[in-house]
């Protein structure tokens, strides 16, 4: 099973600071990456796919990089909407697993 | 537009069954492959399985592989999933979702919740 680390755990900012989140698999997962938003009692939406293609109706201030084990999720300036927990997951093998979350939260 | 509605949760005791279900519309169901994905009380996210747009391909996760059984009914637009031998660590809210050809799973249902509890 491809274990997905991220980082880190919880990330204090303000609105209008840039966010930078990690997240680092145990193997290879090509460029097969996701990233997930969820809000609290809220179910999970796709932010961005296949390492670096945001979803539809995704602000382009989010962005996704990286390849092979290590990915980062950018949020360039952040609004009062983006505060959430982030996913990665990953589809390069089964079993397809998550990683644990990064909590974005107002400093 | 797309929806997806889950069904089916409640609150059961150890060692039994239930069986959760996914409405779809707003889309050709058919055309889909499906996942559910759970989510314990204040966890994060876990992949429980998935299905092929016919129904042929089945993926679980170790952790309820021989337990659970994901299936569809394309003619009702319908994911299901038959969760046996359930334990208190299976509850969590359900969520079922769309993959999109394989990249990722752009729509979510809004979950059920299954607690094991006696």
Known sequence: ?????????????????????????????????????????????????????????????????????????????????????YYCQQRSNWPLTFGGGTKVEIK | QVQLVEF?????????????????????FRNYAMHWVRQAPGKGLEWVAGIGYDG?????????????????DNSNSTLLLQMDSLRAEDTAVYYCARDVSGTAWDYWGQGTLATVSS
């Open chain 1, 1 to 85: 099973e491809i274990v997905l680390t991220q980082s880190p755990a919880t990330l204090s900012l303000s609105p209008g600071e840039r966010a930078t989140l990690s997240c680092r698999a145990s193997q290879s997962v090509s460029h097969y990456l996701a990233w997930y938003q969820q809000k609290p009692g809220q179910a999970p939406r796709l932010v961005i796919y296949d390492t670096s293609n945001r979803a539809t109706g995704i602000s382009a201030r989010f962005s996704g990089s990286g390849s092979v084990t290590d990915f980062t999720l950018t949020i360039s300036s952040l609004e009062p909407e983006d505060f959430a927990i």
């Open chain 2, 56 to 72: 042929r391909n089945k993926y679980y996760a170790d952790t309820v592989k021989g337990r659970f059984t994901i299936s569809r």
């Open chain 2, 8 to 28: 089916g949760g409640g609150v059961v005791q150890p060692g039994t069954s239930l069986r959760l279900s996914c409405a779809a519309s707003g889309f050709t």
